[in-house]
């Protein structure tokens, strides 16, 4: 069984995007929106702290900590409950008890996606290729983490394994959607009226995005079942009679 072409990724990630239009723009926006909230919050706290005394400093600075923490965990909770819903969009108990089964997940999900990245970011900095190499290999680690348990090293080394003979047609899948989304962007910043491009980019942050979530995760899907195909299947024990 071969991977699905770019093309037909994209499509089948289209129709999987119409057929669960609003629970998916609620998974976009709500967390987006309480994101705006805290920034907007620390930047006016920011601009106030002109005028403070030393003693209420001591209090400002831990807020702004705890408002850019939480900033990090609504981030990490949006997209970890999209990968969920993807998992298991045919059960969508509403937005508020996938974030209540997501929120377990947060701390995890969070050091094996830093590890990821701080091991992809290692290989940019030595040479580009080596970069190139780990993030292909890590790119199922956030379906992995959600959707598999896998945590950690496990969890990468499960990416890596169903990328290994992959490799390249992997790589230029992530490409093809790569360009698909810059190819986007970049017809948007053409367009003269800032009004009409400020439009454009909201539309394209609603369906971009989670279009571009969901193609990996019809790609991880097709790979899992390319590897469950290639695995031998044991024999079933004859029955004692």
């Known amino acids: 069984m071969s991977l699905p072409s770019p093309l037909a990724l994209l499509a089948q990630s289209w129709q999987f995007y119409r ?47 705890i408002g850019l923490i939480g900033v990090i965990i609504m981030s990490l909770l949006g997209y970890a409950s999209l990968v969920y819903f993807l998992g298991h969009a045919s059960d969508y108990p509403g937005i508020l008890p996938l974030w209540r089964t997501a929120w377990p997940l947060i701390g995890k999900f969070w050091l094996t996606q830093l590890l990821s990245g701080l091991i992809t970011t ?39 394994s169903l990328v290994k003979g992959r490799f390249w047609a992997i790589f230029g899948r992530g490409l093809a959607i790569s360009l698909f989304s810059w190819i986007l962007s970049f017809l948007v910043t053409q367009v003269d009226q800032p009004v009409i491009v400020g439009l454009l980019q909201i539309l394209l ?14 790609l991880y899907q097709a790979c899992k079942l390319e590897v469950n195909d290639l695995t031998p299947s044991r024999p079933t024990p004859a029955s004692i009679a």
Do not use: C
């Open 19 to 65: 057929r669960h239009l609003w629970p998916l723009v609620k998974l976009i926006i709500l967390p987006s929106l309480l994101t705006i909230l805290l920034v907007a919050i620390m930047a006016l706290l920011v601009v106030l702290a002109t005028n403070l005394s030393s003693w209420q400093w001591v209090v400002l600075v831990p807020t702004l900590i």
């Open 122 to 160: 290692f290989g940019f900095i030595l040479l580009i290729v080596p970069g190139i190499i780990f993030l292909t290999r890590y790119v199922f680690v956030p379906f992995t983490v959600v959707l598999d348990r896998k945590f950690g090293r496990e969890a990468l080394n499960v990416s890596t």
């Open 205 to 218: 942050y609603l369906t971009v995005a989670p279009l571009t979530t969901i193609y990996f995760y019809h």
